[in-house]
């Protein structure tokens, strides 16, 4: 089966898409793609969800101007989509970034991005292609994450922890956001019920110079069990993981933008 590579093109630039479709096309790879929606209201970020996590999508490519990749609300947006991939697919899925104009480093991009590997666009081709037919391992974490984008019932992460791991509680918060409903049920599904132990809401947490409101809650939860959290607005950054029970919180922390 032909390999495909899903373009985003953060810049509306139909004659520049076309040449890069075709010179992707050199390659034997098919191609694919959309130009970006800046609506973090609407969630137009899981517009291309459905194509990025088709079996037969193996690289991910984002375009554009160094510009387009330093405003605020693309970089949430790109990262919300990141992080709803690497819940699917695995932590990792390959993906290049490819500025038209300008220079990238890789070590300012948000936390979901920073694996990606940015290239020139003479350099582009030859990688996109060794990246499409080399086999792929999605990396390890010490949780699970996942994403629910879901119009009428708001913006839903999941976590908990990896397999055959257990977590005495669970704490998940946000900067720039705000969280409106939580809930345990078993992974993979938003619960329609649950019974929660001691929750708590609105607990303020600071890491470096970001501040957080976090919910949370003290049910135990193995790999089968997740706790689902509600958003209010595109989080800028978040903090999750185990319920501390002392003064030293190991935590897990993540730069959307």
Known sequence: MQKTVWITSLTKDEKKAAALFGKVHTYGLATNGHFWIDDLGKMAWAGAAESLLDPGTAVWLVTGAAEDFAK?????????????????????????????SGSLDPAGLPTPLRGAQVVTEAALGAKLAALANLPW?????????KLYPLPGL??????????EATWQGALFGVADAA????GVGPQ????????LRYPFKDMRLAAGETAYLAWGLANPLTAAESYFVRTVGAPSGLVFGELPTGEAADLYTLSLT
């Open 72 to 100: 605020d609300s693309v970089r949430r947006g790109l990262s919300l989509l990141a992080l709803l991939v690497a819940g699917q697919r695995g932590h990792g899925f390959p993906t290049v970034i490819c500025p038209f």
């Open 137 to 145: 391992k999605p990396e390890e974490a010490g949780y699970r994450l």
């Open 154 to 163: 708001g913006l839903w992460f999941e976590v908990g922890p990896a397999a």
């Open 179 to 182: 969280i409106d409903a939580h």
């Open 188 to 195: 993979g599904k938003l619960p329609e019920r649950a019974v």
